[in-house]
């Protein structure tokens, strides 16, 4: 199995930006495509991004399409989310998962690994 570890979340300013940091261990890295999720309070998981197991290959939510940038370094065996022009509405819960399937997966069904979870908070 794989283990993840998401770090990198924090309070910001509407505007601003921050790069969540996803590191996992365990064997064959490559093998899984990785994707990020969020969780605001009172509401469901969402998707916000997943890549495929070389990087090639990305899909993102409409809602942060053209701010959210994912990423991958397989040397290091971890995953990011570059974030930029935050908004108030990204406040959430971020997790990052992975999955054996060999295309991007835009939903929680398939994922067999998760984080945490760490807390963004974008304020007004």
């Known amino acids: 199995q794989v283990q993840l570890v998401e770090s990198g979340g924090g309070l910001v300013q509407a505007g601003g930006s921050l790069r969540l940091s996803c590191e996992a261990s365990g064997r064959t890295f490559r093998s899984y495509v990785l994707g990020w999720f969020r969780q605001a309070p009172g509401k469901e998981r969402e998707f916000v991004a997943a890549i495929s197991w070389m990087g090639s290959s990305t899909s993102y939510a409409g809602s942060v399409k053209g701010r959210f940038t994912i990423s991958r370094d397989n040397t290091k065996n971890t995953l990011y989310l570059q974030m930029n022009s935050l908004k108030p509405e990204d406040t959430a819960v971020y997790y990052c998962?992975?999955?054996?399937?060999?295309?991007?997966?835009?939903?929680?069904?398939?994922?067999?690994?998760w984080g945490q979870g760490t807390q963004v908070t974008v304020s007004s």
């Open positions: 998962a992975a999955s054996h399937k060999i295309v991007v997966l835009t939903t929680a069904i398939g994922y067999d690994y």
